[in-house]
């Protein structure tokens, strides 16, 4: 599902800039390009990476994973082997080496430990916040909802 929403959105993006004749736009969509496609294949290359057995792929897939142009399992497995603490991409694999060595995963894990034990309550109350607020922007007392108007200006 998630595919097929990026590869629509990618479509929408080729018609609206078909249209428009801006040099800058047309700019922003040829970079942006790669970077949808490879997002909307993410979820993808990370499934295949947990094909125990090779002989189920494509054969196109197969020859990407043995020459780590994507994830393959051998290279995937070791993330699922404890402490689970090592190889956390699941596009290439390239830069589990770096992160791994700079033990980047680990001080993000503890990042978000100190902040979720320090500052839970506080995270709470400020979600219950911005819902009463985003509530009480958007409600209309004659049952229905506000109407939003942009102007072009």
Known sequence: AMLVLQ????????????????????????????FIILFAFCNQFHKWSHAQNQCHLPRIIRLLQNHKLILSHAHHHIHHIPPHQKHYAIITGWSDHILDNIRFYRLLKDLVDFIHDKFYHIIIVLYVIVGALSWILIYDPSGGMYEYTYSSR
């Open 7 to 34: 590869l629509l959105c990618s479509g929408y993006l080729v018609v609206y800039f078909r249209f428009k004749h801006d040099k800058q736009q047309i700019f922003f969509y040829l970079l942006s390009q790669p």
